[in-house]
């Protein structure tokens, strides 16, 4: 085996070698193989010239490498040094040397590695890290980084200038310690829906901030893979504002739903109230037994009772996210609207479901939305029509349909139908259907509607069942 090892042809294995070899005496080129010359573009009838080949920025330290090895026989580490081609373009290279003794001489055995590929790779690593860094540094939004535990693994610089804690305050912690009490169901059901279906999510929820503070955050959070560990990236800004807007908005338009069955409500009052008194009189004068007509002064109070707790309860600005009967919800509505539907000739049928319908929200915003629908369907509705609300459920969806049998909406309006100011009543402002498509959605439902000239419209509300 030896014998068959000692007949190779050793320059020939070295000739065609991928790595670039020299064999240098002092800073004289004794050899050079094939890859050399290909990688500073000269031919082999071309001499190499050791101070021509080398960038002038290297050829001190270079010097130095080369008296290690023939000097002091030693073996030099790889450097990064720049060669010059023959057209004169640098070419980033990686150099080591080590001794090579030919009949008691000591020459400078050096292997050349083409890396200016590697060079150009770390250059755009580079710009690339400092352009993430500049936007990162700059931006506006929190850029948030999260495990699936909720542990925070990164978070932008501009999370101090929005809500006051420094990088190092917050990677570590648990998301759920910065988010308002009441939104953490928000949140977790958000959590719940990225880890089943992988898909970006739509989140707005309070954070905390350093001073106690919370602000409204609109976040945008997509899952991705580091390390084969699902994390969670999250875009979040500030629009406390925007949220203030828009209370106030639904507070105004539910002002003015207020004035308009104020009348209704007024007038159901009026009823129990003329009862009593009549009642009152009679027994002032000592006609009637008292005994006998307290269940029915009572009941008549309890009436009048109820229609103010109910319009104060919608009235009241409070807002509140938990679980609510749907089933309930219409139930109070239609109490409310029934006086101005009745003053009308116009029957509103709606048949409640004995089972409970649970849905997740604001109980007052939810029923701003159905105010608004009924009551627009029984303002489209002509004397002695009807408007028919039903509810039902599947596949984890509650959906809630109001129809009336009035004029309908011509095809070319309906996808401008919730637009803010567009209605098709002389003296509506189209900012109650806006309202309520915005209350919705941030339900996470949507409002459907379907419309036929001259035989009605149908509204359908769907929503998310509460688990």
């Given at each position: 085996m030896v014998t068959y090892m000692n007949?190779?042809?050793?320059?020939?294995?070295?000739?065609?070698?991928?790595?670039?070899?020299l064999v240098v005496d002092n800073r004289e080129i004794?050899?050079?193989?094939?890859?050399?010359?290909?990688?500073?573009?000269?031919?082999y009838k071309d001499l190499l010239d050791f101070e021509q080949i080398l960038h002038s920025d290297y050829k001190e330290a270079c010097k130095q490498r080369l008296k290690r090895v023939i000097e002091d026989k030693e073996k030099v580490e790889a450097m990064e040094q720049v060669f010059i081609d023959k057209n004169g373009f640098p070419i980033d290279v990686e150099v080591f040397a080590?001794?090579?003794?030919?009949?008691?001489?000591?020459?400078?055995?050096?292997?050349?590695?083409?890396?200016?590929?590697?060079?150009?790779?770390?250059k755009e690593y580079v710009q690339s890290v400092e352009q993430y860094k500049l936007i990162s540094e700059n931006i506006s939004d929190v850029i948030t980084e999260i495990s699936f535990d909720g542990t925070i693994q990164y978070v932008s610089p501009s999370v101090e200038g929005l809500l006051g804690y420094g990088e190092d305050e917050i990677r570590g912690k648990n998301i759920y310690e910065y988010i308002h009490p009441d939104d953490k169901i928000v949140l977790l059901n958000a959590y719940k829906k990225l880890k089943k279906s992988v898909t970006t999510s739509n989140i707005c929820c309070r954070v905390k901030c350093k001073d106690?503070?919370?602000?409204?955050?609109?976040?945008?959070?997509?899952?991705?893979?580091?390390?084969?560990?699902?994390?969670?990236?999250?875009?979040?800004?500030?629009?406390?504002?925007?949220?203030?807007?828009?209370?106030?908005?639904?507070?105004?338009?539910k002002l003015a739903v207020i004035g308009e069955l104020s009348a209704g409500v007024v007038h159901e009052i009026k009823n129990p109230l003329t009862s009593i008194k009549g009642f009152l009189q009679l027994m002032q004068a000592g006609t009637i037994k008292t005994k006998d007509y307290i269940n029915i002064l009572?009941?008549?109070?309890?009436?009048?009772?109820?229609?103010?707790?109910?319009?104060?309860?919608?009235?009241?600005?409070?807002?509140?996210?938990?679980?609510?009967?749907?089933?309930?919800?219409?139930?109070?509505?239609?109490?409310?609207?029934?006086s101005t539907a009745r003053s009308k000739n116009i029957q509103i049928t709606w048949r409640p479901k004995e089972d409970p319908v649970r849905v997740f929200g604001d109980k007052s915003q939810l029923k701003q939305v159905f105010i608004n629908l009924i009551k627009n369907a029984v303002e489209a509705s002509e004397t002695h029509q009807r408007v028919v609300?039903?509810?039902?459920?599947?596949?984890?969806?509650?959906?809630?349909?109001?129809?009336?049998f009035g004029c309908g909406i011509p095809k070319e309006y309906l996808d401008k139908v919730g637009?803010?100011?567009?209605?098709t009543k002389k003296k509506g402002t189209g900012l109650g259907l806006m309202v309520s498509h915005k209350i919705i959605s941030n339900h996470e439902g949507e409002i459907l509607i379907d419309s036929i000239v001259n035989e009605g419209t149908t509204f359908m509300v769907k929503m998310p069942i509460a688990r």
């Open positions: 007949s190779l042809d050793y320059s020939q294995i070295i000739n065609n070698s991928t790595t670039g070899i004794i050899y050079a193989n094939k890859y050399v010359y290909e990688l500073l573009g000269y031919s080590s001794p090579y003794v030919q009949d008691g001489k000591v020459y400078a055995q050096v292997h050349i590695h083409n890396i200016t590929k590697r060079k150009l790779y770390e106690e503070d919370y602000l409204w955050m609109e976040s945008k959070a997509k899952v991705f893979t580091r390390n084969n560990d699902f994390r969670v990236i999250v875009d979040s800004r500030n629009v406390t504002d925007q949220i203030e807007s828009e209370k106030l908005l639904r507070q105004s338009e009572n009941s008549e109070i309890e009436r009048i009772e109820q229609l103010a707790n109910d319009l104060l309860g919608f009235a009241k600005p409070k807002e509140e996210m938990n679980s609510h009967n749907m089933v309930q919800i219409i139930d109070e509505v239609v109490f409310l609207i029934n609300i039903e509810l039902h459920t599947e596949e984890g969806k509650a959906f809630v349909k109001v129809r009336d637009e803010s100011f567009f209605t």
